[in-house]
Nanobody, 115 residues
């Protein structure tokens, strides 16, 4: 079964950039639809960006033009490039791999956007 480990979170100033990684083991990540979600304190978890097994992508309106989801087949990893970060992007970011038969979450990585 696939296991996911996120990394790349941290503290960044408004307007800055971060790249999050979602590294998979136990299975080939490109076989799954992968989504990046985030959950801010006191708020529900929301979908930020997703890439299907076929390579199609979609984004939440709040991040369009600022965030980019991509994957590296060789590294079995999905990335979330986040540019022009805003304080409202502060949250724990999770990746999720899903298929017809299962749904697996990573442990999350904290992103804090603050001056």
């Amino acid at each position: 079964q696939v296991q996911l480990v996120e990394s790349g979170g941290g503290l960044v100033q408004p307007g800055g950039s971060l790249r999050l990684s979602c590294a998979a083991s136990g299975s080939i990540l490109s076989m799954y639809d992968v989504g990046w979600y985030r959950q801010a304190p006191g708020k529900q978890r929301e979908l930020v960006a997703a890439i299907t097994s076929g390579g199609s992508t979609n984004y939440a309106d709040s991040v369009k033009g600022r965030f980019t989801i991509s994957r590296d087949f060789r590294k079995n990893t999905v990335y979330l490039q986040m540019n022009s970060l805003k304080p409202e992007d502060t949250a724990v970011y999770y990746c999720k791999a899903s298929s017809r038969y299962l749904e697996v979450w990573g442990q999350g990585t904290l992103v804090t956007v603050s001056s």
